[in-house]
């Protein structure tokens, strides 16, 4: 076994990775291809180059990313550090000035000793496992060669690429005054109940669908305020490989006003149980995880700005007051089937030599890539070190993150931080930012202890 471990990618989590790694005395050989080589979407040499927005959102301790980072900064992370080096005014939130940021990571893990850096993209996964311990941290842009690669040590339907997502919201923040459970058909009164009977089966029984019914007034405001707004601009080669097979719900409202009627919004099959009829519009949410604590937009797949998300999606009845856990994106983004292929130290489960860190394995974010980074190699160094692994209580937003990757779920797709995915108090709470403050307190004296 060789006495280094192999991170292949310089971002976000492959740097991370590295540092923790040699915190524990380990060497490490950190492969990036550039700048001999860019993926579409990077345009500087240095190490963590950060391409969309500078925020690492918000810094609140009742905010599930705000959790994460203090979570981050109780363990340590390099990052997390120099993001708070490097922080710009922004509020509530954690925002850097990218070019600095790059800057000082680069320098940090340069002149670390442990720390060699090869600028050269590596494809062949197999042979450096063979003798060695490698962790994959190359981001939602692998090159084609590597994404082969990882295609012949993962199995060629356990490598996605998805091209848009839709918003999901906190089951907690739908008004149930307007929305109702239930399955298309199955909604539609029936002989034998009275009408008192079947309004209280469709707003006690959970069932797969929560229902938004839309008068016609509603819709159509609905419809033209999404034809107008603002949309993010895609970058040419997310244009060439994404938008001609997938339809944002806003060009689909482009097409006409009764399109969305016929499509995603279609009402066939329900009766609005406040009316006891047919709605002129029906927005329906899917369960998104195990618990039903939240749901995804079903068809809402968009590239609006987020805040126009906010505003116009909240325009729909029932989805007033929406706690939007995920906005919906619209880019080109490589996972791999994580719940089948890693366990909670995001090891690969048929290849102990391989670790997977960063949005390649489903945790979506800067922060969280961290996170993923953080975990991985941890785990990396206990393993050559032939100590017992670490894995962090599910309870922390850390050991949520590790869990919800690791597990089952034949829905799964790339997620933030979320307080959705941590399990709920013994107590019940009403009060939103109380509760959320209580599961922070929680995480963090398990994170202690």
């Not at 060695?132 to 199995?155: C, D, Y």
């Not at 919201?169 to 005054?177: G, L, P, T, Y």
Request: include cysteine; charge should be neutral; hydrophobic fraction near 35%.
């Amino acid at each position: 076994m060789n006495d280094y471990i192999t991170v292949i990618g310089g971002g976000l989590a492959g740097c991370e990775a590295a540092y923790q790694i040699a915190k524990r005395g380990v060497k490490v050989k950190l492969y990036e291809m550039k700048p001999k080589k860019f993926s579409p979407a990077h345009s500087n040499a240095n190490l963590a180059e950060i391409v969309c927005s500078n925020s690492f959102k918000s810094n609140l301790h009742t905010n599930a990313c705000g959790l994460l980072k203090e979570e981050l900064r109780l363990l340590d992370s390099l990052l997390i550090k120099i993001a708070d080096k490097t922080a710009v005014p922004a509020g509530q939130a954690l925002a850097v000035d990218r070019k600095l940021f790059s800057e000082k990571v680069t320098q940090e893990i340069k002149q670390n000793p442990l720390i060699e850096i090869y600028n050269e993209e590596v494809i062949d996964i197999e042979e450096i496992a063979k003798d060695g311990i490698i962790i994959i941290a190359t981001g939602p842009l692998t090159s084609e060669g590597l994404s082969k690669e990882i295609l012949k040590i993962t199995g060629e339907d356990k490598l996605y690429f998805y091209d848009a997502v839709a918003p999901i919201v906190s089951k907690e923040s739908i008004n149930f005054d307007i929305a109702f459970y239930g399955n298309r058909y199955e909604q539609e009164k029936k002989k034998e109940e009275s009408i008192e009977e079947w309004k209280q089966r469709l707003t006690s029984q959970e069932q797969s669908y929560i229902n938004l019914p839309m008068s016609k007034e509603e819709y159509e405001n609905f419809c033209n305020e999404l034809i107008n707004a603002e949309v993010v601009e895609l970058h040419r080669f997310e244009k060439q490989e994404i938008f001609e097979g997938c339809m944002p719900i806003e060009i689909m409202a482009k097409r006409g006003i009764d399109t969305l009627r016929f499509g995603p919004l279609k009402p066939v099959g329900f009766d609005d149980p406040r009316y006891v009829k047919r709605p002129y519009a029906v927005v329906q949410l899917r369960q998104d995880d195990s618990i039903a604590s939240i749901y995804n937009i079903v068809g809402f797949q968009t590239n609006l700005k987020f805040g126009e998300q906010k505003r116009i999606f909240r325009m729909i009845p029932g989805l007033e007051n929406a706690e939007f856990i995920k906005y919906g994106v619209m880019h080109r983004n490589t996972y791999i089937n994580s719940p089948v292929l890693l366990d909670n130290t995001y090891n690969l489960k048929s290849n102990p030599n391989i670790f997977f860190a960063g949005q390649i394995t489903g945790v979506e974010g800067y922060v969280e890539s961290i996170s993923s980074g953080l975990v991985a190699g941890i785990n990396a160094a206990q393993k050559l070190k032939q100590d017992k692994s670490l894995t962090f209580d599910e309870k922390t937003m850390i050991g949520a993150l590790a869990k919800y990757i690791s597990t089952s779920n034949d829905k799964f797709q790339p997620m933030n931080a979320n307080f959705g995915i941590i399990p709920k108090l013994d107590e019940r709470i009403k009060d939103k930012k109380l509760k959320y403050g209580k599961l922070a307190d929680r995480a963090l004296e398990i994170l202690k202890r």
